[in-house]
């Protein structure tokens, strides 16, 4: 009985998010009720309030979901890391799916803020042992990558691919460098 409610939880989840996504390519976040999510999802609000408590959660969760595998380049304490998921910027730049709810100026910081929250422990476990920089240092750069990448991927998010690599590449220099910058000696 059990693994028969945890496919219905799941379906139900995944229903009520993809209802966001859905509203989300024609209406701004704000405007988005739980009301219109239960409609588009086709679930009454006491089964929408089994599962969340609001339209943020759903977001949130919806944010999990993009991010399970994406990893945070360039630098020498990610390379390895990324050949086995999505470096984020070509994922914002690229994902079709996610483009309404990433590229949303008024969700940017709450985006950025999950964001930093997924990656900061990955980070700065792999930099303290490579970096002289403090964990306040090390978080700056974090968030100075974030929102650069975030930055680049909005404004060459209708750049052709060649002109995508070539601007990306040249970031990714720019990072790893000033990351080697600061390696331990």
Not at 49 to 58: D, G, K, P, S
Not at 71 to 84: F, I, K, T
Not at 98 to 125: S, T
Not at 166 to 174: C, L, S, Y
Request: aromatic share 8%.
């Amino acid at each position: 009985m059990k693994r028969s409610n945890d496919r219905r939880t799941a379906y139900t989840r995944s229903v009520i998010k993809e209802a966001l996504l859905a509203l989300k390519r024609t209406v701004p976040f704000d405007a988005i009720t739980v009301s219109a999510l239960c409609r588009e999802a086709g679930v009454h609000r006491g089964t929408f309030y089994l599962h969340y408590r609001n339209t943020m959660e759903v977001l949130d969760e919806l944010l999990d979901d993009a991010l399970e595998n994406v990893c945070l380049p360039p630098g020498p304490a990610q390379e390895s890391d990324c050949r086995l998921g999505y470096p984020l910027c070509r994922f914002m730049r690229e994902s079709d799916r996610y483009r309404p709810v990433l590229m949303d100026d008024a969700l940017a910081a709450h985006i950025l803020a999950r964001i930093f929250e997924r990656f900061r422990a990955p980070f700065l476990a792999a930099m303290r042992p490579r970096s002289a920089l403090t964990d306040e240092q090390l978080e700056a750069i974090l968030h100075f990558q974030l929102h650069g990448c975030f930055a680049i991927s909005k404004r060459c998010g209708g750049c052709g691919d060649e002109r995508w690599r070539g601007v990306q590449d040249a970031v990714d220099r720019f990072v790893r460098g000033g990351l080697a910058a600061s390696a331990r000696e």
